[in-house]
């Protein structure tokens, strides 16, 4: 079975920088598409970063010229390199597997990153 572990989150002050990791347990070679998304109070999950196997990252509008993911599947990881971090970057930060071969894509628990001086 096929698991999701994020890691990472802390208290950063503004203009700092984090890396996030998703641990994947079990076979990452079926994850055909990894990524990052994250869900702050009051507001709908929103993509990150996400991107097919061998394929570069395509990032939401909040990351975009900030943030960068990366996948390594020999180490069974995905990170998400955050720069530059905004108050409003303050949410729960979720990675995502999708597989051919589950019908459901997976989640991990999320990890909570907060902004603030």
């Known amino acids: 079975q096929v698991q999701l572990v994020e890691s990472g989150g802390d208290i950063v002050q503004p203009g700092g920088s984090l890396r996030l990791s998703c641990k994947v347990s079990g076979d990452i070679t079926i994850l055909d598409t990894m990524g990052w998304y994250r869900q702050a109070p009051g507001k709908q999950r929103e993509l990150v970063a996400t991107?097919?196997?061998?394929?570069?990252?395509i990032y939401g509008a909040p990351a975009k010229g900030r943030f960068s993911a990366s996948r390594d599947d020999g180490e069974s990881t995905i990170w998400l390199q955050m720069r530059s971090l905004k108050p409003e970057d303050t949410a729960i930060y979720y990675c995502?597997?999708?597989?051919?071969?589950?019908?459901?894509?997976?989640w991990g628990q999320g990890t909570q990153v907060t902004v603030s001086s």
């Open positions: 991107g097919h196997r061998h394929h570069p990252f």
């Open positions: 995502k597997g999708e597989s051919r071969l589950i019908s459901a894509p997976l």
